[in-house]
T-cell receptor, first 111, second 112 residues
Framework: GDSVTQMEGPVTLSEEAFLTINCTYT??????LFWYVQYPGEGLQLLLK?????DKGSNKGFEATYRKETTSFHLEKGSVQVSDSAVYFC??????????FGTGTRLKVLA | NAGVTQTPKFQVLKTGQSMTLQCAQD?????MYWYRQDPGMGLRLIYY???????DKGEVPNGYNVSRLNKREFSLRLESAAPSQTSVYFC???????????FGPGTRLLVL
């Protein structure tokens, strides 16, 4: 069945370091792909999305490219800040209602 | 504009007790959703409501009931709680089913 696999955390980085959080997926069709972020004490917020192969989603300095050939949607940021500390969820969407979420990756950025 | 709100934030139940988790949104969204999140797993859809007056089962509906009280409110009821229902529950909403979902902060439920 459809699934999302993302790297286990926690990921601990120093401020201004480069971030990569890996996400790969398995899907029978052509899903849309998402990254959501959850800050402490808050709900999940959409960070970025891509709806077709080779699309690049970007927001707040984060980027991810929909790679159909490697079934991946890795999240990257060139220079992380302490305020980026959060849990990041990769997800795919098939059809109208069916979201499949990854298990989440906790990022901790140290000053 | 509060977005999606959930009550309570935290609850402890004994096995067999019942309770209702409340969710409300003030964004005039048509669709609403209930998810659960368990350790080591992603969010899984319990029930959803495409529009006021309709509800449908998601991936893990057993042991739950829902009510779409009006356009703003979507409640989740556990009639007889079980330890397997210990989880974090998230409510979400979207303007239309195919659009971006907005999430509440979650309710942490512990069933002893």
């Amino acid at each position: 069945g459809d699934s999302v696999t993302q790297m286990e955390g926690p990921v601990t980085l120093s401020e201004e370091a480069f971030l990569t959080i890996n996400c790969t997926y398995t899907a029978t069709g052509y899903p849309s792909l998402f990254w959501y972020v959850q800050y402490p004490g808050e709900g999940l917020q959409l960070l970025l999305k891509a709806t077709k192969a080779d699309d690049k989603g970007s927001n707040k300095g984060f980027e991810a490219t929909y790679r159909k050939e490697t079934t991946s949607f890795h999240l990257e940021k060139g220079s992380v800040q302490v305020s980026d500390s959060a849990v990041y969820f990769c997800a795919l969407k098939m059809g109208t209602y069916k979201y499949i979420f990854g298990t989440g990756t906790r990022l901790k950025v140290l000053a | 504009n509060a977005g999606v709100t959930q009550t309570p934030k935290f609850q402890v139940l004994k096995t067999g007790q019942s309770m209702t988790l409340q969710c409300a949104q003030d964004m005039n969204h048509n669709s609403m959703y209930w998810y659960r999140q368990d350790p080591g797993m992603g969010l899984r859809l319990i029930y959803y409501s495409a529009s006021e007056g309709t509800t449908d089962k998601g991936e893990v509906p057993n042991g739950y009931n829902v009510s779409r009280l009006n356009k703003r409110e979507f409640s989740l009821r556990l009639e007889s709680a079980a330890p397997s229902q210990t989880s974090v529950y998230f409510c979400a909403s979207s303007y239309q089913a195919q659009e971006t979902q907005y999430f509440g902060p979650g309710t942490r439920l512990l069933v002893l």
